[in-house]
């Protein structure tokens, strides 16, 4: 069983800074990417950004310049730190992680930025 557990989410304002981090644990042997995904209210599940063990990074045109994605192999735990927050960032951030081919999601953390 693998247990990912998100935290940093929150209220802030427009232009303002969070910071997401999400840790792994359980059965995790061959980990390899991990990452965020978001969903706003009435809207699909889309991808923010990705990283694999190697820290080879992808992230959506939306917020390149403004997050950054990073992680700690040792911990096994990934990070999201989000910069110049727009009121679009709004919604719920989903951590996952990609243990031999097989996909694992976190509960997620709500992130609302308020204009």
């Known amino acids: 069983q693998v247990q990912l557990v998100e935290s940093g989410g929150g209220l802030v304002q427009a232009g303002g800074s969070l910071a997401l981090s999400c840790a792994a644990s359980g059965m995790i042997s061959g980990l390899n990417d991990m990452g965020w995904y978001r969903q706003a209210p009435g809207k699909q599940r889309e991808l923010v950004a990705t990283i694999t063990s190697g820290g080879s990074t992808n992230c959506a045109d939306s917020v390149k310049g403004r997050f950054t994605i990073s992680r700690d192999n040792a911990k096994n735990t990934v990070y999201l730190q989000m910069d110049s927050l727009k009121s679009d960032d709004t919604g719920t951030y989903y951590c996952?992680?990609?243990?031999?081919?097989?996909?694992?999601w976190g509960r997620g953390t709500q992130v609302t930025v308020s204009s």
């Open positions: 996952y992680a990609r243990i031999l081919g097989i996909v694992c």
